[in-house]
């Protein structure tokens, strides 16, 4: 597990901890409701999360509403890879060797002893695509555990899961989010990924303020490592 959290970023969370305890994010963004429609797009603040916002793919599916109110993360990835799309699925619904190519996901285990992901699975998974450790108390392990429900599964292209943190705080899970996987055919063996999530909580708006740009950056890693691994089997 890569540990990026720590540095610079430890001085900057004892900032702001007790303002994201109480408030939401200075710019919230809206509930996202899309389903598969171009909604309106908020004018860019500057800040990777209204970049990503503006950019975000009209053909990906959401659960209507995903969240009621505001959401303060979300990310927007695309990637070319030079493989087929079922080739891509393969390694996507083979959840537990996530580890084995991509850094920021770890100990996948699915419920029930099932070998892939499908509809309705549920499974855990270590989440380190925005950073939970608060200072609240938690061990790493309690902060960075997540439950996951699959909600969409259409092979070969489209695959989307919530998560919920195991911690909680008084205002609930301390990260709730939603990964969402749209894999588009642009030839037998080409393929463009697009790769979203959308977060909110605590961790979510410390994240949105201290480093707004985490879950970017860490989804680019994820589809590096996807092109990677994909490309191996033409």
């Known amino acids: 597990m890569v540990n990026y959290y720590c540095g610079p970023l430890l001085v900057v ?13 200075a710019n919230p963004l ?6 598969g429609q171009v909604t309106p797009i908020p004018a860019p603040q500057g ?9 975000r793919s009209p053909e990906v599916h959401w659960p209507t509403p995903m969240f009621n109110k505001a959401a303060e993360i979300f990310a927007h990835n ?14 996507l619904v083979h959840a537990a060797l996530w580890p084995q190519w991509c850094a920021y996901s770890g100990k996948v285990r699915i419920w029930g002893g099932a070998q892939v992901l499908q509809k309705n699975t549920k499974f855990t998974w270590v989440s380190a695509d925005v950073p939970q450790q ?16 699959v909600v969409e599964c259409e ?25 969402n996987w749209y894999i588009k055919p642009l030839g037998p ?23 707004p740009e985490v879950a970017h950056n860490s989804h680019d890693e994820w589809l590096e490592g996807l092109k990677r691994i994909s490309e191996v089997r033409k």
């Not at 969370?13 to 994010?25: E, V, Y």
């Not at 800040?47 to 950019?55: C, K, L, S």
């Not at 790769?195 to 303020?209: M, P, Q, S």
Request: proline share 4%.
């Open 30 to 35: 809206p509930a996202v409701t899309v389903t």
């Open 13 to 25: 969370c004892s900032l702001f901890l007790i303002m994201i305890s109480t408030t939401r994010a």
């Open 134 to 149: 608060l200072g609240l108390g938690l061990s790493l392990s309690q902060a960075q555990n997540v439950d996951a429900l």
């Open 155 to 179: 092979p070969p292209s489209r695959l989307g899961f919530r998560s919920y943190g195991r911690a909680w705080t008084e205002r609930g899970p301390l990260i709730a989010s939603y990964h």
């Open 78 to 91: 695309q990637i070319v890879i030079d493989a087929s799309c079922q080739a891509v699925w393969d390694h």
């Open 47 to 55: 800040d990777a999360v209204y970049r990503d916002w503006a950019e």
């Open 189 to 211: 063996k080409k393929c463009l990924v697009t790769f979203e999530e959308v977060a909110t909580g605590r961790a979510a708006r410390f994240a949105r303020i201290a480093y």
